[in-house]
């Protein structure tokens, strides 16, 4: 980006034609101002390095040719670029003819530039002086300390700046940020400039033509402006958030053969994120200015398994590329595919504007009327300031059953089977059956039924041992057996004789006689019996002796005496006996 | 004469074990009622309400369910940190259930510090399944089992003739008797383990967990509500825990329960 040559082109054109215009205006009596000479720089606060502008002015008199003055504190480097001015105000004529220097700082502190001594047409003239101040060293290495006065004091004829079109935003509101050089060298060559990365901001660049300068008058000086970038910046988080480090790498051509780099950068923006005054709903889709919505569907009336598209258009102002994939509730007979995103945004020196569309395909499997509900999206208005929701009305859709094609009578062309979608997730339900309760107390085996349980095996095994122990014993000792049970078994006997007889009851009488006697069927006397009784008990002996008589005498029918008795005095008789011989 | 010594003996242990049950009976649907009340107070939605009742019977009791609804009512207001002390104590009485699996992953899945166990030793791991505090019951009841096949075997044994069979259920007795001595060593190893808690749950929102047993040590890192951690050593006011990643640190007992 140089802007010499049309423009020393120009210069030179306008030199020539302003020269011709005096010729003929040599020693016109119109001149009607006192010549002078001035001494003008482009700035007397410098810096060691710094390429200064010297431009002598000569005011109603004419030069043909000067050499550069020779200045102490200043070399010489090129020049002179001349030019001629005459305005004529109120019948005066007043004509400027200047030369330009260029001169590079190495005094230091203070540089004289005295009067000089100019030989015009008007005779020998005196130009005024002028005193520079030189502040330190101007080479890039040491501005790096304090880059802000470098940027501004130093070098304020190239200058770089960031200009955003607002300095306070809510979160989400897009503003412009433009990145302009401002430029008052003729000779520059723009070699590198970078543009910093936005830290908490998503930023779209607006396509733009290649920058070019543009004459620019600011504060009474001619600056050649370009703009080099244009940025849509959406601030990503609240607060103070600084722009800086905008630089500016150029070279600045002295001569043909001769240059010096130079470098520019610009002061730190501040830009002011305000948090949204509400709190957004949990379906916000951001900030936006005039967002709407609608849906549609491209037919109202179809059969199963035809396509019908289905869309959802979202239309504003604001990062639309955030806008995400609605959420749409699909009836289940419906498959779907993944959408077409459409986008038309245009990202110009204005903001974004523009739409996002989302094209569904979707296919009914079923047949049947369906709706599609009332879409709505809701985001914040910068403009007003608040949440508002824009909504598209619901949509209905009537699908017929499918044509029937051969060997399809049921009419059941498709399966449509899908995934169970899990939508939310949450603890299975309380148990409500019971178990055990267990004391904290206690341990379990300090329960009575723990106790009970280990206790009643061994308990089992032990009376089970006693009474094989007392089996064995009877075993061992049949007769003795026999005898303990002798009266248990007369009375079971005489018990189970109903109607009792006079035979059950000798029957009896005779196997209890044999069990306490140890006496055999055979052996089984009237004598017998009364010498075994005889050796316990002589009484005793005769009590036998005498029932066995009543028993005979019974029995032959020499006595007719109460069966019943009979069988008392035997019960008697034996427990006496037991009693006896115990 | 044996007939009678069994009918005696069998009155006696039914009676026992009648009146032990009486009196259990009696307790338990005390325990039933409450248990329900709490339910009922579950289902209308009553999550806070429900929490307590569930912890009145909790203070005197472990009952597996009674954690579980518990664990269930503190998840739905919210409280991670009850809601994984009590399943973790149901877990300590049922550690497979199905239901308490669920939702302990679930619970898992909400709490801030997700914690990777590194891999363990299979024998430690399967040593402690086998006595960890939820098999108190399961080794009861093998004890039983084998300690009445002990004396069911001597006793069948009587009934054999040949010595070679004797013999054999002599061996299968002792065997048994073994066995069921095992069981019982296991019931009192689990229910050691129960008694003495051996992990804790963090409570507070966020604890920092340090290098000493003092306020002034370094930080190593800090866990959240819901985390799970094992007792390695306790001090007055601070336990050394680790966690199931292998790291280890001291936390200050205030703001956990043991679980």
């Not at chain 1, 009237?526 to 009484?539: F, I």
Request: hydrophobic share 40%.
């Amino acid at each position: 980006m140089t802007t010499t040559p049309l423009f020393s082109s120009f210069v030179r054109l306008a030199w020539v034609v302003a020269v011709a215009f005096s010729a003929l205006g040599e020693g016109s009596p119109a001149w009607g101002q006192e010549a002078s000479v001035e001494v003008t720089v482009n700035s007397t606060n410098v810096s060691q390095g710094d390429v200064l502008r010297l431009t002598v002015t000569f005011v109603n008199c004419k030069v043909r040719e000067i050499d550069p003055p020779n200045i102490q504190g200043l070399e010489w480097r090129m020049g002179p670029s001349t030019s001629n001015s005459t305005q004529w105000i109120n019948g005066v004529t007043t004509s400027e003819q200047r030369f330009t220097y260029g001169y590079v700082v190495t005094g230091s502190k203070e540089i004289q530039i005295p009067s000089l001594l100019w030989q015009t047409n008007e005779g020998k003239l005196k130009s005024n002086p002028v005193r520079l101040l030189v502040q330190g060293n101007g080479s890039p290495a040491a501005s790096q300390g304090t880059p802000k006065t470098q940027s501004r004091t130093v070098n304020r004829d190239l200058v770089t700046s960031i200009e955003p079109s607002k300095r306070t935003v809510y979160l989400g509101e897009p503003l412009v940020l433009s990145y302009k050089i401002y430029n008052r060298y003729n000779n520059l060559d723009v070699r590198k400039y970078d543009i910093p990365e936005l830290e908490g901001f998503w930023k779209e660049t607006v396509r733009g033509p290649e920058a070019r300068w543009e004459p620019q008058l600011i504060n009474g000086k001619r600056y050649n402006v370009a703009t080099v970038r244009q940025i849509v910046a959406f601030p990503q988080q609240t607060g103070t958030l600084v722009l800086k480090d905008f630089t500016l790498n150029g070279y600045l051509r002295i001569n043909f053969f001769e240059g010096r780099e130079i470098q520019a950068t610009c002061d730190p923006v501040e830009i002011e994120v305000l948090p949204l005054p509400e709190s957004a709903p949990p379906n916000s889709l951001g900030t936006f200015a005039n967002l709407t919505v609608e849906q549609s569907l491209s037919a109202d009336s179809l059969r199963t398994n035809e396509a019908v598209t289905y869309e959802v258009t979202f239309r504003g102002a604001g990062n639309l590329k955030f806008v995400r994939e609605p959420e749409v509730a699909w009836p289940s007979e419906f498959e779907v595919f993944d959408p077409e995103v459409e986008d038309q945004i245009s990202i110009t020196a204005k903001g974004e504007r523009g739409s996002r569309r989302f094209k569904f395909v979707a296919i009914p499997r079923a047949p049947g009327d369906y709706a599609l509900p009332s879409f709505s999206a809701t985001s914040f208005d910068p403009l007003t300031g608040r949440h508002v929701t824009s909504s598209a009305p619901a949509i209905k859709l009537h699908v017929a059953r499918d044509i029937l094609g051969e060997g399809e009578a049921s009419g059941l062309t498709f399966t449509h089977q899908q995934d169970v979608q899990v939508l939310n997730q949450d603890v299975r339900h309380i148990l409500t059956s019971v178990s055990t309760f267990y004391p904290k107390s206690r341990p379990p085996w300090t329960t009575w039924a723990f106790g009970l349980s280990m206790g009643a095996s061994p308990l089992l095994f032990g009376l089970m041992a006693l009474a094989r122990r007392k089996r064995k014993q009877e075993q061992r000792d049949v007769r003795g057996t026999r005898r303990k049970r002798a009266l248990k078994a007369l009375k079971q006997s005489l018990a189970q004789s109903s109607p009792a007889t006079i035979e059950a009851v000798g029957e009896a009488m005779e196997q209890y006689l044999m069990a306490q006697t140890g006496l055999d069927r055979s052996s089984l006397t009237r004598e017998a019996v009364r010498l075994r009784m005889a050796a316990t008990d002589e009484s005793l002996a005769q009590s036998w002796d005498d029932l066995w008589v009543a028993c005979e005498m019974q029995r032959y029918g020499a006595s007719s005496g109460d069966l019943e008795s009979l069988t008392s005095r035997l019960i008697e008789l034996a427990e006496t006996t037991e009693n006896v011989r115990k | 004469m044996i007939r009678s010594f069994l009918t005696t003996s069998w009155f006696l242990v039914t009676s026992l074990l009648s009146v032990a049950a009486w009196g259990q009976s009696a307790s338990r649907s005390d325990l039933t009622a409450a248990f329900d009340s709490a339910n009922a107070t579950y289902e209308r939605g009553e999550f806070e309400a429900a929490l307590e009742q569930y912890e009145v019977i909790l203070d005197s009791h472990r009952h597996f369910e009674t954690e579980f609804n518990a664990g269930n009512a503190a998840f739905k207001l919210g409280e991670l940190g009850r809601a994984r002390l009590h399943y973790e104590r149901a877990a300590l009485l049922q550690p497979t259930n199905e239901h308490l699996e669920a939702n302990l992953a679930l619970l898992k899945s909400k709490v801030v510090d997700r914690i990777t166990p590194i891999p363990q030793l299979g024998l430690s791991n399967w040593l402690s399944s086998w006595v960890g505090p939820g098999r108190v019951r399961a080794w009861v009841i093998w004890a039983l089992f084998w300690w009445t096949a002990a004396w069911a075997l001597w006793g069948f044994r009587w009934r054999k003739s040949s010595r070679d069979s004797r013999s054999t259920l002599a061996f299968f007795g002792v065997a048994s008797l073994f066995l069921g001595l095992v069981g019982l060593w296991g019931a009192r190893e689990s229910n050691l383990r129960a008694q003495t808690p051996s992990q804790l749950v963090v409570m507070d929102d966020r604890v920092d967990v340090l290098s000493t047993p003092s306020s002034g040590g370094t930080v190593l890192f800090q866990l959240h509500e819901g985390a799970r951690a094992c007792i390695l050593d306790r001090t007055a006011g601070w336990a050394e825990i680790q966690l199931d990643n292998g790291n280890v640190g001291w936390i200050p007992t205030a703001a956990t329960e043991d679980v």
